[in-house]
Nanobody, 123 residues
Framework: QLQLVESGGDLVQAGESLRLSCRAS?????IGWFRQVSGKEREEIAC?????????FGGSLQDRSAISRGNANKNAAYLQMDNLKPGDTGVYYC??????????????????WGQGTQVTVSS
């Protein structure tokens, strides 16, 4: 069973940056990042294909974040987040597809999910 593990979540102050990591235990095609902030439904942030094609899906993080894929390890992906705000506090998840090569904002298109990593931004 494919497993995904996120890391990098932390308690930071507003204005600081974080880099989240996602590592898959096997080959994956598309990796997406999602988040669930307090009181809201899980929302998509961005996704990236194995060849580096990217898509972002709006939201308040769009202009403050960047998704990337590992160079040596194509089964790893990263989410760089800058100028973090208290409203970014929540649990951040990565998810993966293994049979398609097209980014998607739909959670239902991702059969594999990590357990999430907590990001807390203090004011």
């Amino acid at each position: 069973q494919l497993q995904l593990v996120e890391s990098g979540g932390d308690l930071v102050q507003a204005g600081e940056s974080l880099r989240l990591s996602c590592r898959a235990s096997g080959d994956v095609s598309v990796i997406g990042w999602f988040r669930q902030v307090s009181g809201k439904e899980r929302e998509e942030i961005a996704c990236i294909t194995r060849t580096g094609g990217r898509a972002t899906f709006g939201g308040s993080l769009q202009d403050r974040s960047a998704i990337s894929r590992g160079n040596a390890n194509k089964n790893a992906a990263y989410l760089q987040m800058d100028n973090l705000k208290p409203g970014d506090t929540g649990v951040y998840y990565c998810a993966a597809q293994i049979t398609t090569s097209k980014c998607s904002p739909l959670m239902s298109d991702y059969p594999y999910w990590g357990q999430g990593t907590q990001v807390t931004v203090s004011s």
